[in-house]
């Protein structure tokens, strides 16, 4: 796992501060007691916080 996103982070994919433990927190947080569509939801929010974006330093800015 530390080499996937690792490999992520190096192709700009992820940014510089995303861990293996960002994404166990994902798994350890999902909310599987909820319907589908907030499910989907709380995935999409999760995930663009790991999506690095032009410009987009260490701190998130």
Known sequence: MERLVAAAVADGDLRPDATVDDFLMLVLTAP?????????????????????????GQGGG
Do not use: M, N
Not at 32 to 50: H, I, K, M, N, Y
């Open 32 to 56: 599987t007691d909820q319907e589908p569509a907030v499910r989907s939801r709380w995935l999409a929010l999760f995930l663009a916080g790991f999506t690095a974006r032009a410009g987009q």
